[in-house]
């Protein structure tokens, strides 16, 4: 299915109207706008050539949340001090499943952040073809520098009024920034207590709670077989050799980085909210477990990297885009990637962009590395790894089974491979050209589309 390259003056208009109608409806939510005039670019003409997703008004009612919940969460710190902090549960879409996305606890949240990460998993969830509706929660928690006992007390807390709108049919929540297996364990414990066995309530468990094997990686693993699919299809060989460039030193991106360098690449730079390192040699296994375990206690910065290893550089306060690569991963936070940091990259050589984190990269340099030959994967396909895997965890909890790592891992390849295909199909210009952005877009709002013109459900 080829696309027009270029938007008539009508559609740009109509376009325009729309993006302003949400921003009149969701004033101050930047992130959130953002996150929709991403996909309405691509999607609303599309919807406007349909006529019965047209007359539905598919992304009218895609923007406007199911419900949302907000809530005090009342803890305890190690001083007997009371603190409060605010909690997000956003219910965005339950029409291809139970309501699916992860917890983020960072000091940035609020509630577009958690409205846009909401609205972002509508069209990842849908590309996974599993039966996942859309959420996604957090708080402005801010775990550094908290103690174990801190962070498992405010988890509990957490837990006291989010158990209130979850379930395995309603709404299963899982990680993200600041929420890992052990947070997850904190969360699901407090849930048994509650309520009783439930493990298909939550994903992102440790296996021995329930958990999936191989969940731990699947995001970062995910998004290195996506980057493969795309060299393949272009022609562009294989990762061997290819010079990357990541951000992050969390989930998303020492996994991403432990199957890269399996694979042959060259790892040059992780960072974390302090800076970034640069190991002009690579980062080889030994020194990637290193960082692994130092990051895996809270707040330690990636400084700390070089007392141990001399040939390694750390760039105080500087994200790693002015590294020269083949492929930029940025596995970090959102808006990561600014409009210079894209000139820097293209410049360096970059030709492969692909988005571990979610909406990483600002509209203007999106647009930019497209002028300039960089493929571009958007995070909603290239990250889908990891609530793939969690969707299957779901199906484990349900059949009270487990499979194997071996079983789990074809899966994932399989899923990335067909999530690759969509945007092919749906993604290809009339140049023959690939713009895996509008792939991504469309594919992932058609399968919602079809689902809400079948049920055809208006009250009133
Ligand atoms: P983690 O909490 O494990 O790691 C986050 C990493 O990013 C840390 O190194 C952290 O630095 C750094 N970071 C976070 N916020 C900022 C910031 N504002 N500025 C600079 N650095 C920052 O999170 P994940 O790896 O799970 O998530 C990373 C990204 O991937 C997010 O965008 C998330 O939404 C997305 N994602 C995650 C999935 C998952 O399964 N976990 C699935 C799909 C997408 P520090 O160590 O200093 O805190
Ligand atoms: O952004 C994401 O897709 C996640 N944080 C994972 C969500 C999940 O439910 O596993």
């Given at each position: 299915?080829?696309?027009?390259?270029?938007?008539?003056?009508?559609?740009?208009?109509?376009?325009?109207?729309?993006?302003?109608?949400?921003?009149?409806?969701?004033?101050?939510?930047?992130?959130?706008?953002?996150?929709?005039?991403?996909?309405?670019?691509?999607?609303?003409?599309?919807?406007?050539?349909?006529?019965?997703?047209?007359?539905?008004?598919?992304?009218?009612?895609?923007?406007?949340?199911?419900?949302?919940?907000?809530?005090?969460?009342?803890?305890?710190?190690?001083?007997?001090?009371?603190?409060?902090?605010?909690?997000?549960?956003?219910?965005?879409?339950?029409?291809?499943?139970?309501?699916?996305?992860?917890?983020?606890?960072?000091?940035?949240?609020?509630?577009?952040?958690?409205?846009?990460?909401?609205?972002?998993?509508?069209?990842?969830?849908?590309?996974?073809?599993?039966?996942?509706?859309?959420?996604?929660?957090?708080?402005?928690?801010?775990?550094?520098?908290?103690?174990?006992?801190?962070?498992?007390?405010?988890?509990?807390?957490?837990?006291?009024?989010?158990?209130?709108?979850?379930?395995?049919?309603?709404?299963?929540?899982?990680?993200?920034?600041?929420?890992?297996?052990?947070?997850?364990?904190?969360?699901?414990?407090?849930?048994?207590?509650?309520?009783?066995?439930?493990?298909?309530?939550?994903?992102?468990?440790?296996?021995?709670?329930?958990?999936?094997?191989?969940?731990?990686?699947?995001?970062g693993?995910g998004l290195i077989y996506f980057v493969e699919e795309m060299l393949r299809y272009h022609g562009e060989g294989t990762l061997e050799g290819k010079r990357i460039v990541i951000s992050?030193?969390?989930?998303?991106?020492?996994?991403a980085a432990?199957k890269a360098?399996?694979k042959g690449a060259r790892i040059l730079t992780?960072?974390?909210?302090?800076?970034?390192?640069?190991?002009?040699?690579?980062?080889?296994?030994?020194?990637?477990?290193?960082?692994?375990?130092?990051?895996?206690?809270?707040?330690?910065?990636?400084?700390?990297?070089?007392?141990?290893?001399?040939?390694?550089?750390?760039?105080?306060?500087?994200?790693p885009w002015?590294v020269p690569c083949d492929i930029a991963l940025p596995c970090?936070?959102?808006?990561?990637i600014?409009?210079?940091d894209a000139?820097l990259l293209v410049d360096q050589g970059c030709r492969v962009l692909a988005e571990g984190a979610?909406?990483p990269t600002?509209?203007?340099a999106i647009?930019y590395f497209q002028e300039k030959g960089v493929l571009v994967a958007p995070g909603?396909a290239a990250n889908?790894?990891?609530?793939?895997?969690?969707?299957?965890?779901?199906?484990?909890?349900?059949?009270?089974?487990?499979?194997?790592?071996?079983?789990?891992?074809?899966?994932?390849?399989?899923?990335m491979?067909?999530i690759h295909?969509?945007c092919i199909?749906?993604g290809?210009?009339?140049?023959?050209r690939i713009n895996y952005v509008?792939g991504a877009?469309?594919?992932?709002?058609?399968?919602?589309?079809?689902?809400?013109?079948?049920?055809?459900?208006?009250?009133?």
């Open positions: 299915m080829a696309v027009m390259t270029s938007l008539s003056e009508r559609e740009q208009r109509a376009i325009m109207e729309f993006i302003e109608e949400v921003r009149r409806v969701h004033p101050h939510e930047p992130e959130f706008l953002q996150a929709v005039a991403e996909v309405a670019r691509d999607v609303y003409p599309y919807e406007l050539s349909v006529p019965e997703y047209r007359e539905a008004r598919i992304l009218h009612r895609l923007t406007e949340a199911d419900r949302i919940v907000i809530f005090r969460v009342t803890w305890r710190d190690d001083q007997g001090r009371i603190r409060v902090n605010r909690g997000y549960r956003v219910q965005m879409t339950n029409v291809l499943g139970p309501y699916k996305g992860g917890l983020r606890f960072h000091p940035s949240v609020n509630l577009s952040i958690i409205k846009f990460l909401a609205f972002e998993q509508i069209f990842k969830n849908s590309l996974t073809t599993l039966p996942l509706g859309a959420g996604k929660g957090g708080a402005d928690f801010d775990p550094r520098g908290k103690s174990d006992a801190e962070i498992r007390r405010f988890c509990q807390a957490f837990m006291m009024e989010l158990h209130k709108h979850i379930g395995r049919y309603i709404d299963v929540p899982a990680g993200d920034i600041g929420v890992g297996s052990k947070e997850i364990g904190y969360l699901y414990g407090m849930l048994l207590q509650l309520r009783g066995y439930e493990p298909g309530a939550l994903t992102g468990k440790s296996p021995e709670i329930g958990g999936s094997l191989l969940r731990l990686e699947a995001t693993y992050g030193a969390g989930n998303v991106a020492l996994y432990e360098l399996e992780l960072s974390d909210s302090t800076g970034f390192i640069y190991d002009p040699d690579g980062l080889d296994e030994e020194k990637l477990a290193y960082i692994q375990k130092l990051k895996s206690r809270r707040g330690v910065s990636l400084r700390e990297v070089c007392t141990r290893y001399r040939t390694i550089q750390f760039y105080s306060g500087k994200r002015s970090a936070t959102q808006n990561e600014t409009l210079d000139r979610n909406m600002v509209p203007e647009e909603k889908a790894g990891g609530v793939a895997v969690s969707g299957l965890e779901m199906t484990q909890n349900a059949m009270r089974w487990w499979w194997s790592r071996q079983d789990i891992d074809r899966h994932l390849q399989e899923i491979r067909r295909e969509q199909k749906y290809q210009m009339e140049d023959g509008r877009n469309i594919a992932g709002y058609d399968r919602v589309a079809r689902a809400m013109v079948q049920m055809d459900l208006v009250l009133g």
